[in-house]
């Protein structure tokens, strides 16, 4: 299988390699549009500020394509982000895949930070990627923005209000929290994701 990661200037691309090697699978890592398109799977990863990381894009014309893409597409944190139509992160225009917008954590409790970093649970589980994932898995998550609800939301986390930690439309799919970083549900979820 041609499986893409997507280079862009956001982090986190070596621990998805090391995590998809832990599953037996090898990937490319290319901002190559031509290599994208042929691709079988992509993996949109991403920690960044969401105006940089879509000026990258659009210098290369890759919003373009990865908006076009018709094979599985899977964005993790940012790439998810990215994904949607707006950021409040410095008033960025998105991508549009889904009609989410993401938000700016407001935190008015000492309970809460933001960013949240660390393990949280999903729930509300709605799709074949989380197949043999049991409701209320812990993940590993790291942002201080979140996408709203939406029709295309396919799970839900709570962290200072509820909110989508995956979204689903056609071909696309994305995660809020990092699979590659969240042990047993994150590595079942990279697996489904291989053989949707």
């Not at 990863?45 to 018709?70: C, F, H, W």
């Not at 409040?88 to 889904?98: A, H, P, R, S, V």
């Not at 962290?159 to 979204?167: F, G, M, N, R, T």
Request: glycine share 6%; hydrophobic share 40%.
């Amino acid at each position: 299988m041609n499986l893409v990661i997507i280079k862009y200037n956001a982090g986190n691309i070596q621990s998805v390699l090391y995590a998809l090697e832990r599953i037996g699978v090898s990937a490319i890592v290319t901002d190559d549009y031509k290599k994208i398109k042929s691709a079988d799977k992509i993996i949109f990863p991403g920690v960044g500020e969401a105006s940089s990381a879509m000026r990258y894009l659009k210098e290369r014309g890759l919003d373009t394509v990865i908006k076009n893409l018709q094979q599985p597409v899977l964005g993790i944190c940012l790439g998810m982000q990215l994904m949607c139509k707006y950021s409040e992160e410095n008033d960025t225009e998105c991508l549009g895949i889904f009609d989410e917008e993401v938000k700016k954590f407001k935190v008015q409790s000492s309970k809460f930070k933001a960013p949240q970093i660390g393990w949280n649970t999903i729930f509300n589980l709605q799709s074949s990627i989380f197949k043999d994932v049991k409701e209320n898995s812990y993940c590993y998550f790291v942002h201080g923005y979140y996408a709203a609800f939406g029709d295309k939301t396919i799970a839900t986390t709570d962290y200072v209000l509820p909110y989508s930690s995956a979204l689903h439309k056609n071909n696309f799919y994305g995660l809020q929290f990092h699979p590659e970083k969240s042990a047993a549900a994150g590595e079942q979820i990279l697996k489904n994701f291989i053989h949707l």
